[in-house]
Nanobody
Framework: QVQLLESGGGLAQAGDSLRLSCVAS????????MGWFRQAPGKEREFVIG????????YSSDAVKGRFTISRDNAKNTVYLQMNSLKQEDTAVYYC?????????????????WGQGTQVTVSS
């Protein structure tokens, strides 16, 4: 059983940067594709960005391309989400998730484990 714990959320102004961290425990972190999702009030959970397990290659949604990056440190069992040029529409609870499967999963039901989420609020 993999446990995921996010941190780094908070309040930011539009144009600011934030970095989220997600520490994993209880499983072979390097064998998991790691993803970040977000969910705004009244909206469905949406894929943000992921990192493939076998080569750490990133893949992201169009909404954050060029602004958000993902990185992982397998030695520390940690994945990071660097968010730059934040916009008000980035306001959401951000979730870290782990998937043990081939391909580049982007649907929530393709992920096996989830963190509890961390709130990111961007003001104008």
């Amino acid at each position: 059983q993999v446990q995921l714990l996010e941190s780094g959320g908070g309040l930011a102004q539009a144009g600011d940067s934030l970095r989220l961290s997600c520490v994993a425990s209880g499983g072979p972190f390097s064998r998991y594709t790691m993803g970040w999702f977000r969910q705004a009030p009244g909206k469905e959970r949406e894929f943000v960005i992921g990192s493939l397990w076998y080569n750490s290659a990133p893949y992201s949604s169009d909404a954050v391309k060029g602004r958000f990056t993902i990185s992982r440190d397998n030695a520390k069992n940690t994945v990071y989400l660097q968010m730059n040029s934040l916009k008000q529409e980035d306001t959401a609870v951000y979730y870290c998730a782990a998937a043990m499967r081939l391909g580049a999963p982007q649907r929530p039901n393709e992920y096996d484990y989830w963190g509890q989420g961390t709130q990111v609020t961007v003001s104008s």
